[in-house]
């Protein structure tokens, strides 16, 4: 333990390799069987198009703020701004770059939506809570403006909407429903193993410090305002990735209107329902914000078979999210995913009770 | 210069119209630190309600008066199920809680009321007038006035009585307010319940311009920019931001829209915000935030 | 932490399960499906509303007063979208395989966005889609967008009758040389969508083109009409939607720009725009390819089969015969005729999707079936064609006059010989961006 | 053996209240320093200057003979001046050991993308640090609450945690915040103890508040007093016990 500095980096290069060796549990290999395998060949259009598609791209979204909101403390309003760079930016790759791979369009998205992002993330080392909330917000409506204002990010065409390019890798068509959801899934499997090393990473707890404490963080020595960045950074290329999956992969085309303020609200909803500084909560958060307002359709539709006022419904199900949200907040701050980790705890204990 | 001077008379009185939902901010951040980002829902709740109500038939007083009760009852119940469980939590939390509650009200405003546009008219004639070669709104005009008279009455509200001195308490120091036996959540009430007035004559007065309907609730968006501005617990900060928000917005829509193919004024007035947020992180009239370890 | 991981999207699995139950099962069914894409609220609710009543009480006058088309009873079921994009799909997903084996024939996704979104993937399934009054207009190429019908009017057509009724007010189309003709927009795609035809006009016929955007939702306009104010245009078409409408023509009032020279397009002609605007909206102009009122032939029987005996859909009576009302029958009446038209090559049975298009494309509804189906002078001539996906391409003019609408014009027919090349670059552009090819008409 | 830190002429005000006033005192390395001195003397006010959370009006710090221009709290802690706080800051969402291994991001040499990526280079630091967080956990006796979330420990075992943040990061100077505040006699005993041991075996200086005389002079070969800002006496415990001024300003009050 008396080792002064220098020995002691020197040190860490020849310690074995061995500690995060991940055991990868036989459930997490059936899931991601079930994902890759059994759900393309079960599902039909409805299910794919219409609700897994949606599903995993909310939950990657999710998971880019949950990375600044959920872990670094930073709440951001603009989520859906960023989501709008990656889609244009992907188009726009494809679009002037004859011959680029899809991945790599998709990952110059993402990487320019996080350079966007860490520019919007330099007032953080100023600016904190509501007025930092403020100038996301800031972003939003600016990139908003930005992208319905110049046509050259939509091709000059005259509906300002781009649409799907023809969406293809190594000579294979993902234009079809199967293909877009497997796009979409292994974009969302390979970025959530990141996420998952970066929170139980250095940077991951320095964020997590920040959150906590920034003024204490610095002081042990976190380089605070380059992390607050940095997580600005990441959340965005993870929101870039996903807004370009949800123009292309899930919609087939966008316009700076897919992207406004309340699909940034979605998405902050997503993890407070699901759980802030949850990687899990991302998923569940989306899950839900995708699946209720469904579910409740199809009730009302067999409910009243039709005969009740679609209105009507839709602003039952706007209250209904509220009391859920304000719930959320007053019983289980730390959202569905810890719900549903205590309710795990009951049933295994359940048994003895008796 | 004419076009100049009445895009600047022009903003301004289209400011005091921000000012005013920005103060319903104001009031509740002071007195309860919560950022209430169901202001715009409550306003969009109190014009449906009065509409509704005139709609019925009631005269436009009663149906003043009936509504100013719906907003205090409004307030009771916000307080009782959203703010007490919610006490001494972080700031961010209780956000999150008005935006789900903007959810629920605007919800219950379009459910109970419908969401078709109503005309809302509050017998002021909507000509342009004539200062000199200076054309002004008679409309903005006395929409300008009702608000300056609402924030007199507010000063009076908060200078002179006993519940105003109470509020400055809590807004001061929270703690001793307390220990001087002062009733924390009757505060909340009224200052919530006074929030929802305001939001009623915003309502009014917006309505009367656009027609009651779903997007008067889009009008909070103006509102925070001006609150950055003014800073978020200064009652004359939120005047004084108003002003410049419409000021600026209208002279840049007129001058720097045309260079960048118009339609601006939705981000204008936040990238205004921010240029004043590098100067004074704490806004114009806001308090110094003093970090302490 | 994989534990729950686990756990959780296991749960999402079986909240999918759910929904096997929810497929349709095909069964043979004399019915032909019409889904309703409709939006009953947020913001454009208000527009919304009337359409629905329309549609559906002209479906049920079909079912209940001629028995259906052919025999061939229609069902329907609402689905809401919010106007919105993502929403739009889920319902079409949700409808596209017909209901308890009725098949879907034609579909209308009601809302731009969904329109845009559900192009590919209708062409796919193929579902032919009508998008009356929005969406895109180079789908009026047929021969590129095979399922794919603007019909009636698209914004190009839009704009050239309004530059044609502009110049029938001014004296002729040489008359419009130097005058200053100002589009208020929505700042969206539908509001962009008459730059490119209007910037052709103006440098045919010289006038001044100048445009002036409202950012959405447009409810604080003052800078938009301080600017029209200064540059005091001849004629103003106003292109806004939802509240940017009413908000528009008081703020014009404010500015003291005169409302009887604001020309409203399509989506802001309907009582629901004007009436919030109050007393300022007094004398205002619009263009509609379904004009308002309640005299039309059509009328008079909705009324006795479905309005008097309580089967209407509408919730308040003063919007019969509104202009979003007639729009509902409008469409459901090219719906109807398209599927009758279908019967004929494909006998007397419920249509899919690819008979449904081949019943529009050999729609022909010329004055005398007008008549008969009651349309005569609500709905212009149409006929649609393999290369034409439009037809008619024609508005009427109507004043409001503090109560109600005024036509003040019979049928303005839009230029649409000189706008065609416009429309054929641009589909042979999306043809090229998408890598597809036109299909050949004279084989059709 | 020269001074490891030095405070020359140092002041600082809050909005015209003097907190400090033109403070010098030196502290000589491996010794542990007490600063004394009755509430608001300004002792805490000292050492968030020293550590760059608050900026002196006027005066000079020298670390390790090097005048500290412009001190940062980043700057200091990559300095190695390690630091804990009177009320605890802790990350209390955070288990023990998170919370100490945040306290090695000084010595984080391995960039964002190795990380993000789990490449060797990162898992190799990783292994590293984790070592090193056991070491820390050991040496303060924390195993048994190594995975507990921070916030739902005992006061005093935070404050034991506290120090083991800081201690992670092997600090050459340590910065203690009334360490024992609020502990009973056991346990500021236990405390005593590992700050003794931390100086003996880690050759850590140390600054220490403290109000409980006893403490003081048992643990500290030098000690400080504060009063209202001003020095009123600085020597060996013995030579401030016996020092007048002292007795007046301080210890009189705080046996009364």
């Excluded at chain 1, 906590?212 to 992390?227: K, P, S, W």
Aim: proline share 4%; charged share 15%.
């Amino acid at each position: 333990m008396t080792a002064t500095v220098p020995r002691l980096t020197a040190s860490f290069d020849d310690a074995p390799l061995t500690l995060v060796r991940r055991r990868w549990r036989p459930g997490l290999l059936l899931l991601l069987l079930v994902a890759f395998v059994g759900l393309p060949w079960l599902g039909n259009d409805y299910w794919l198009n219409a609700i897994l598609i949606p599903f995993l791209v909310l939950s990657l979204a999710g998971l880019g703020l949950n990375l600044l909101t959920g872990y670094t403390g930073q709440t951001s309003v603009g989520a859906a701004g960023f989501m709008a760079v990656g889609a244009f930016a992907t188009y726009g790759l494809l679009l002037r770059v004859p011959g680029l791979p899809l991945p790599l369009a998709l990952l110059g998205g993402g990487v320019i939506a996080g350079v966007v992002g860490l520019l919007f993330g330099i007032p953080s080392s100023r600016i904190k809570g509501f007025y930092l909330m403020v100038t996301t917000l800031a972003s939003q409506f600016f990139l908003e403006w930005v992208f319905a204002k110049f046509p050259w990010f939509y091709n000059y065409a005259s509906s300002g909407t781009i649409s799907a390019p023809r969406l293809e890798l190594f000579g294979h068509n993902l234009a079809t429903p199967v293909g877009r959801y497997l796009l979409t899934l292994s974009c969302v499997v390979l970025l959530t193993w990141v996420a998952a090393n970066l929170v139980r990473s250095q940077v991951g707890r320095n964020w997590m410090a920040i959150r906590d404490m920034d003024t204490a963080a610095a002081v042990i020595g976190i380089a605070v305002e380059r992390d607050k960045r940095m997580a600005f950074a990441v959340s965005s290329f993870y929101l870039g990735i996903a807004g370009a999956l949800w123009a292309f992969a899930y919609l087939g085309t966008a316009s700076a209107g897919s992207f406004d303020i309340n699909r940034s609200f979605q998405i902050l909803f997503i993890i407070i329902i699901g759980g802030m500084g949850s990687i899990v909560g991302s998923f569940i958060g989306a899950a839900f914000i995708s699946l209720v307002p469904i579910l409740l359709s199809h009730a009302g539709q067999w409910l009243f078979n039709g005969n009740v006022d679609a209105g009507q419904l839709q602003n039952l199900q706007k209250v209904l999210f509220g009391a859920l949200i304000i719930g959320f907040l007053i019983k289980e701050p730390e959202g569905l995913a810890r719900l549903l980790g205590d309710l795990r705890e009951r049933i295994r204990v359940w048994p003895l009770r008796f | 210069m004419n076009f100049f001077l009445e895009t600047l008379v022009g903003g301004l009185l289209a400011g005091t119209l921000y000012s005013l939902v920005a103060i319903g901010f104001v009031l509740i951040y002071k007195a309860s630190g919560v950022f209430n980002f169901a202001q715009g829902a409550m306003l969009l709740f109190a014009a449906l309600t009065f509409v509704s109500l005139r709609e019925q038939g009631f005269s436009f007083a009663l149906a003043l008066v009936l509504t100013v009760l719906v907003m205090i009852v409004g307030a009771l119940l916000i307080e009782r199920l959203v703010l007490r469980p919610l006490v001494n939590r972080s700031q961010i939390t209780l956000f999150m809680a008005t935006l789900g509650l903007s959810f629920i009200i605007e919800g219950l405003a379009q459910g109970l009321m419908g969401a078709q546009v109503r005309a809302l008219d509050l017998g002021i004639e909507d000509v342009p007038l004539f200062v000199g070669e200076i054309m002004v709104s008679q409309f903005d005009l006395i929409a300008a006035g009702v608000s300056g008279l609402t924030v007199a009455v507010l000063a009076l509200l908060f200078n002179k009585t006993r519940i105003g001195v109470a509020l400055r308490a809590v807004a001061d120091d929270t703690r001793a307010a307390l220990s001087l036996g002062i009733n924390l959540n009757r505060i909340w009430q009224i200052v919530w319940a006074v929030a929802g007035v305001v939001g009623l004559v915003a309502g009014l007065l917006w309505g009367a311009r656009q027609g009651v309907q779903f997007s008067l609730s889009l009008v909070v968006l103006k509102a925070l920019p001006v609150l950055i501005i003014g800073g978020f617990t200064s009652i004359g900060g939120a005047i004084v931001g108003g002003l410049i928000v419409g000021a600026a917005e209208n002279l840049a829509e007129a001058y720097i829209g045309p260079l960048v193919g118009g339609g601006i004024t939705p981000w204008f007035a936040y990238f205004l915000a921010l240029i004043f947020l590098y100067i004074r992180p704490s806004g114009l009239f806001g308090d110094r935030i003093i970090e302490r370890v | 932490m994989h534990a729950t991981f686990k756990r959780s999207l296991a749960a999402i699995g079986l909240a999918l399960g759910a929904y096997a139950t929810l497929v349709p099962a095909a069964q043979a069914a004399n019915e032909q499906f019409f889904p309703l894409a409709t939006y009953r609220v947020g913001a454009y609710a208000s527009s919304g509303i009337p359409v629905w009543a329309g549609m559906i009480d002209y479906l049920r006058y079909i079912n209940d007063v001629e028995g259906g088309i052919n025999g061939v009873k229609l069902v329907w079921q609402e689905c809401e979208t919010e106007w919105t994009a993502e929403k739009g799909i889920e319902c079409y997903e949700r409808f596209k395989n017909g209901l308890n084996g009725a098949p879907v024939a034609i579909y209308a996704p009601n809302g731009a966005p969904a329109a845009y979104a559900l192009a590919d993937k209708a062409e796919a399934d193929r579902i032919p889609l009508i998008t009356l009054g929005y969406g895109r207009t180079e789908a009026t190429d047929g021969r590129v967008f095979p399922y794919n019908f603007p019909a009636m009017l698209t914004f190009y057509s839009e704009a050239s009758a309004f530059i044609n009724y502009v110049a029938e007010r001014e004296g002729g189309l040489d008359k419009l040389k130097g005058k200053k003709i100002a589009t208020v927009y929505h700042d969206s795609a539908y509001g962009r969508e008459t730059q490119g035809p209007l910037a052709l006009l103006a440098q045919k016929y010289g006038f001044e083109n100048i445009q002036i955007a409202v950012a959405d939702p447009g409810n604080e306009q003052a800078g938009q009409w301080r600017q029209v104010r200064q540059l005091k245009p001849d004629w103003v078409f106003l292109r806004t939607w939802g509240v940017s409408t009413p908000v528009a023509i008081k703020t014009a009032a404010r500015f003291g720009y005169p409302v009887e020279r604001i020309v409203g397009d399509i989506w802001a002609s309907s009582n629901e725009d004007v009436l919030p605007a109050g007393e300022a909206g007094k004398g205002y102009l619009a263009l509609t390819p379904y004009p308002g009122g309640a005299d039309f032939d059509i009328h008079q029987r909705i009324r006795q089969y479905i309005l008097d005996t309580g089967k209407s859909d509408l919730k308040d009576p003063k919007s019969f015969g509104s202009v979003y009302y007639n729009s509902g029958l409008v469409n459901a009446a090219i719906a109807v005729e398209a599927i009758r038209t279908g019967q004929k090559k494909f006998g007397n049975r419920p249509l899919n999707g690819e008979e449904g298009r081949w019943g529009l494309e050999h729609l022909d509804l010329g004055d005398a079936r007008l008549k008969e189906i009651g349309f005569l002078g609500l709905m212009q001539p149409l006929k649609l064609s393999c290369s034409d996906h439009e037809g008619g391409g024609a508005a009427k003019v109507q004043q409001w006059d503090g109560q109600q609408w005024k036509l003040i014009t019979d049928w303005v027919q839009a230029d649409r010989v000189t706008l065609r090349p416009l429309i054929d670059a641009k589909a042979a552009e999306y043809a090229k961006e998408k890598g597809v090819s036109a299909r050949d008409c004279a084989a059709q | 053996m020269s001074s490891l830190l030095e405070v020359r002429n140092v002041s600082l005000s809050f909005s015209g209240v003097k907190a400090i006033s033109d403070l010098s005192f030196s502290v000589r390395l491996g010794e542990i320093c007490a600063l004394i001195g009755p509430n608001g003397a300004g002792k805490s006010s000292l050492l968030n200057i020293l550590n760059g959370v608050y900026r002196a009006d006027a005066g000079q710090l020298f670390f390790a003979a090097e005048p500290l221009h412009r001190p940062h709290p980043l700057k200091a802690a990559r300095l190695g001046i390690g630091r804990t706080f009177q009320n605890n800051a802790l990350f209390k969402k955070m288990s023990v050991v998170d919370n100490l291994l945040t306290g090695l991001s000084r010595f984080q040499r391995t960039f964002f993308l190795e990380q993000a990526l789990g490449l060797p280079r990162a898992r190799r630091e990783a292994r590293a640090f984790a070592e090193r967080a056991e070491q820390v956990l050991e040496f303060l006796e924390l195993q048994a609450w190594r995975d507990v979330a921070v916030g739902s420990l005992a006061y005093g075992l935070q404050k034991r945690v506290e120090l083991g943040r800081a201690l992670i990061a092997q600090p050459t100077l340590l910065l203690l915040d009334e360490p024992m505040a609020g502990m009973n006699a056991e346990e500021k005993q236990e405390m005593s103890r590992f700050i003794a041991d931390i100086n003996r075996d880690l050759g850590t200086t140390v600054i220490l508040i403290e109000h409980d005389i006893q403490v003081v002079m048992g643990l500290s070969s030098h000690v400080v007093v504060l009063d209202y800002g001003r020095k009123v006496g600085d020597g060996t415990p013995a030579e401030v016990q016996a020092n007048p001024d002292v007795i007046a300003a301080y210890l009189g009050v705080s046996h009364a």
